[in-house]
Structure formats: C-alpha cells, structure tokens
C-alpha cells in the first residue's frame, strides 16, 4: 500500500523567502505525482503534475521535481508572497486513478 | 470552461441516517472520482466512476455507493451514517480511459456533519 509523506506539517516563513516543501512515498511504482493547494475548508486546486517519466515541471513561481528511485518528490516555491498561505497537499498515483495524499504542509508567509 | 460543482456545500444529518451528495464534471471529462477528507488528515479515495461503472475502489465499506449520469454527473450515497463519517466529501473529475486518470480537478466539497 502506498504511504505518502509530508514534511513538515507546518511552516511560517517572512514574505519574499524561497521555501521547499518534501513529499516522501513508499511504493516507486508511480504513475504520475501532483501537488494540490487547499484553502481552508476549501477544494483542493492542481498546481503541478508530473509523469513517473519526467523529472520536473514548472509553472511560474513554482518548481516540482520527482526522484522515483529515492521515493521524493520536493514542491519549490519562488519569491513568496502572503497569497501563497494554504495548505499543500502531495498525491502519489499507482493505479493511474486513484491519488494517495499525504497528511499536507500548513503554509503561513508573513508581510 | 465550466469547473466542477459540488451540493449541497453543508449538510447535517443524524446517526444511522442516509444521505445522496451530488457532483457535476467538468465539461468533457468522463471520470468521476469520489474522496473523504477527515479533519488534519489527507483526501482519502472512495472510488472512481467511468462509462457509468465503478472503475477502482478504496477501502471502504459497501455503505458507500455511487452512480454516475450519462452526463457525468455523479451522486455518492452513504447509508447507515456513523459519527466518523463526518468530513469534507470531495469529488474529483478528470479524463480518463479505463485505467488511466491524468490531472484530476476538485470541486469544492460537501462538509458532512453526523450527529
């Protein structure tokens, strides 16, 4: 059964500050790795997908890169801004359907 | 492009209970995909509908059922409502074939309280 995990749980950091969150996974046989965000109480919004063939991808500020060998994924945040408070959620896909998620990392970013 | 829709947005029933939640694709998608947040913890997958069939499952029990619509969309029903049962209830649609499910886009949830 595939396990994913985040590290930390939470993190504050000053606005402007670049910051990487970790994502860990116990089963390589992966077929695709996202990062979601969610507001509180909110939905989960996709922000980056990568196919167990990539390395990374990258959209704007964000850079996502997957090592399957090691079983890590790391979510890179550029220049950070308060907007970007949320919680991150990585999901690991086996079936090729159904995500395993992590627990998330709480992000505060302070003006 | 129109996103995916979720109702209601709350709902409060009582234990042993039934309930239908209710979820509209995005436009052209054909997978539908059902998960349950519990507070602190990660959405949990309850299963997946393509072609208006049950396509994979999570571990849970057959209380939980769904049906999706020639129109794609889709009603997730749980009977017999236990206490922790209560959590967001997220459905998820994507473009699929059979096996396969690439980006998959949330709605907003339905927040299930059991009492």
């Known amino acids: 059964k595939q396990e994913v995990t985040q590290i930390p749980a939470a993190l504050s950091v000053p606005e402007g500050e670049n910051l990487v969150l970790n994502c860990s996974f116990t089963d390589s046989a992966i077929y695709n790795l996202q990062w979601f965000r969610q507001d509180p109480g909110k939905g989960l919004t996709s922000l980056l997908l990568?196919?167990?063939?990539?390395r990374e991808q990258t959209s704007g500020r964000l850079n996502a890169s997957l090592d399957k060998s090691s079983g890590r994924s790391t979510l890179y945040i550029a220049a950070s801004q308060p907007g970007d408070s949320a919680t991150y959620l990585c999901a690991a896909s086996n079936s090729g359907y159904a995500l395993n998620f992590g627990k998330g990392t709480s992000l505060l970013v302070t003006p | 492009e129109t996103g995916v829709t979720q109702s209601p947005t709350h709902l409060i029933k009582t234990r042993g209970q039934q309930v239908t939640l209710r979820c509209s694709s995005q436009s052209g998608h054909n997978t539908v995909s059902w998960y349950q947040q519990a507070l602190g913890q990660g959405p949990q997958f309850i299963f997946q509908y393509y072609r208006e069939e049950e396509n994979g499952r999570g571990n849970f029990p057959p209380r939980f059922s769904g049906l999706q619509f020639p129109n794609y969309s889709s009603e997730l029903n749980v009977n017999a409502l236990e206490l922790d049962d209560s959590a967001l209830y997220l459905c998820a649609s994507g473009i699929g074939g059979g096996s396969r499910t690439d980006t998959q886009y949330f709605g907003p949830g339905t927040r299930l309280t059991v009492l």
């Open positions: 990568i196919q167990s063939s990539q």
